[in-house]
């Protein structure tokens, strides 16, 4: 039987449409934090139950949009480029400060252009955005061909056959063949190959991709992943966790400080009893990747299973969307996307558990067999250097020297940090809700 533990510690704090960011209050010789989302963008990318949309900020005002898509910033460049646009006006394209078009495409030839840094800008009713790219016609020298794996993802969790896919383009040669190496050994000289993991140890591999273009330069691109085909066999349990936290945000304006100390709380606590863990921090935990995560999750997840999420980072309700998650590159993840993902999990055992400002509505993804751990439901959710941590966080891992059990931790969790804000002035809401019979034990 396998169990899959979902815990979400979510550091999730309330949108603020203004500037700002709630002042620390001193207390004594130590400091705790609420903290504002600080949102300035017109338009917000959100995750929904129907795919990603597009909203206008709550401001009121219907809000203008400008993305140069490609190239990307930083990128080399060479011969003819189309340079594309997204957005909800007809905006005018610069090269170099020079208008050479409009709309949302251009095809821009590199080759009237010297070999160096370039700046592209697209611009509409006073929004813009910029790219700096290289252009690279043969002028300055042989350039490394750039080689990534693109299936599997790092960290994921394999089994049965896999297709490693590779990508492998020079600026020079274009597309070329790459060598893939499995835990060190050449395997073949293809961007495809079928691994079939079962002639594998169920341990930690990894996957190697090199190629070497015409001017002798390599390029290269390394992957580790855990093969388990131990199967889910009748009484056989197994248990899986994801777990995130985002501190270190997109910009500078949104860092918060512990979300990443609680994420690395759970996985000591998730491993010592026996979860593989797959952990998002800070950067990792792109929308994409999130997505890419869960759905790694829940393909390997199954009726004997024990699954655990856990999330810690910025949130909000969004009027029309209820309760958000917001990822580490500023996408909105709504609790009905959430609820849409795991509706059809196979596991009799899940606990999701969110250290979050407003995150109440994540309270749908509560149904039969699981349990569910919240530090807020409208109110905010707090931190402090005192305890280095989220202060619900904090006291579920304290919990844990008491209780045996997700609901008498979560319930100890939640009088605490009653106890806690009771003491420093402050109103907070944390709650569980409990579908599962019984104990749920991790």
Known sequence: MKKVIIAFIACII????????????????????????????????????????????????????????????????????????????????KIDGIVVGSGLSYDWDTTQYTDGSHTI????????DTVIVIVDNGGGGNSPPVVTITNPSDGAIVSETVIVTVDANDAED???????????????????YDWDTTLESDSSHTIYAETTDSGGLTGSDTITVTVDNSGGGYGEVKKYALVIGIADYKGIMNDLRYCDDDAMEWKSFLETNGYTVKTLI????????IDTEINNLLALEDGNDYVVLTYSGHGAKYSGYGSCIISQDLYYMTHGWFEQKFMNADSPHIYFTFDA????????LISSNRVGAFASNNEYSWETDELENGVYTYYQIEGWNIYDNFEQDGTYAVNKMLDWAQDNGVTVDPFIDDNYDGYMYP
């Open 357 to 364: 400002c407003e995150i109440g509505d994540f309270q749908g």
């Open 14 to 93: 309330i949108i603020s449409m203004l500037p700002g960011i709630t002042g620390n209050i001193e207390v004594d010789d130590y400091s705790i934090e609420a903290r504002k989302y600080i949102e300035n963008r017109d338009i917000i990318p959100i995750y929904t139950k129907n795919g990603i949309e597009k909203a206008p900020n709550q401001k009121g005002k219907p809000g203008i949009f400008v993305t140069i898509t490609n190239p990307s910033n930083g990128g080399t460049v060479s011969n003819t480029v189309k340079i594309t646009i997204d957005s909800n006006v007809n905006p005018t394209i």
């Open 121 to 128: 800008e697209a611009a509409a009713k006073g929004h813009t």
């Open 282 to 289: 800070d950067k990792q935990a792109k929308a994409n990747n």
């Open 174 to 192: 274009g597309q070329l063949i790459a060598d893939i190496y499995i835990d060190g050994t050449f395997i073949i000289s293809s961007n495809s």
